[in-house]
DNA sequence: GTGGTCTAGACCACC
DNA sequence: GTGGTCTAGACCACA
């Protein structure tokens, strides 16, 4: 995994979990890796891990028990999906139609590249 | 003028400056405001202003006649497009397609949305 | 070290670290001093250090490791080489060509000099 | 003419100047133009000129007629040669070896490469 | 008047 | 610990 340089490494890698969540492939009461496994896996500071363990938690995505590890909370899609559309809907959706407007645009040409895209990675994404 | 504080304020002006000049309130050849004078109108320390008006400089939105002022480049308007759209394209449309299909959010809903939010900013932008 | 002030310091500081990459002091992916050590030993503000290895980022000679510091880029030695010969064939050689022309001054004059040179820098160079 | 942007202007207006004596082209005791004059055929501003032609003024390259103009000075040509002549031993030379021995580059190749300047330059220098 | 550089010092997020 | 941003204020060369 690599990771953008605008944006914090934990955030990205909470985003990364979330969908993990979101797309069923940890569900409920699943545990999730460990710090030190995904610090690891993912080549970052454990720490940054922790810090994205704290986040999730304090969103209630994912809960803790001590001694065991970090586990998928019961109505953690619900949660994440909540969290995923007011970020979308408040800030990303208000901030992409300024773009539309001032690059000018059309919403046909989004269709289009939404399609592409689709086709493109749909099955991967359910690999 | 108020800044978010997620993002750094010398990026937010840069960008205020190129939606200037996109809009074609400033256009080619024109004098953009000095440092101080900018400084003050937005209450930022004219450090911060420089800062701005090097990243543009290097971005060839605006040049500089030495002892003079810096001025809109003349072909400002297609390099802030260029830089704007690359963006766009590369990051913030990948990432809006990912969230429609996570959120399992439909084409036609952003198409309400938007024709909303054209109507309601329409006037206040060309004012 | 002790700086010219006929030029910017910030801009000395990257020619030194360049020097130390050209010369194989500090190699690829080595981590360079931290801002506020190099600042503490040359005695100047980390401020300016910091505008050093912005420069020398954007030239792609060092690259950020986030939280941990700036490292030598792979192809360091290439890029500086590349940056350096372009504004010694562009601009330093044909001024020198011209004063050549100007005073009268034979290449010979030049190569002899050139010899005295190398006597004198070549064991200073390699300490 | 253009001015490089790493350089006063008023001493890339000197340089000018000191080499049209250098070359025979304004001599002893002649006229050189108005600061008014050659502001507007450089297309500078004429404090720029001025300042040029106080710091000539000063190296005694250029003299005073109080109400009617500055002229060049008698020794104008040993003047100049001289000065020339000491910034390019104590500095540009120094540097000049420098980057050849950094960038690895032999006087051969140097020595090709100004032969090939000469051939360029030798026809139009004189015209 | 203009930009440009530098310092001192603060505060912050991140790793 | 690391970089990054910002302020306040100074000083300078240049046009």
């Known amino acids: 995994m690599e990771f953008k340089d605008n944006e914090p490494i934990y955030l990205q890698i909470a985003a ?3 969908e993990q969540i979101l797309l069923g492939k940890w569900t409920a009461d699943d545990k999730v890796p460990s710090v030190r496994e995904l ?3 993912l ?3 454990p ?3 922790m810090r994205t363990y704290e986040q999730l938690q304090n969103q209630e995505v994912i809960y ?3 001694g065991i590890g970090f586990f998928v909370a019961p109505d953690a899609v619900k949660k994440v999906k909540a ?3 007011e970020r979308f809907l408040q800030q ?3 901030e992409f139609f300024r773009n539309l407007f001032l690059l000018d645009i059309n919403l046909d040409e989004i269709q ?3 399609e592409a895209y689709i086709a493109q990675n749909l099955e991967s994404e359910t690999r």
Do not use: E, I
């Open 39 to 41: 610090a690891v896996a």
């Open 92 to 94: 990303d959706l208000p």
């Open 64 to 66: 803790n028990k001590r």
């Open 16 to 18: 990364y979990v979330s």
């Open 83 to 85: 969290l995923k559309k």
């Open 47 to 49: 720490n940054t891990v």
């Open 112 to 114: 289009q590249r939404y």
């Open 43 to 45: 080549q970052v500071n």
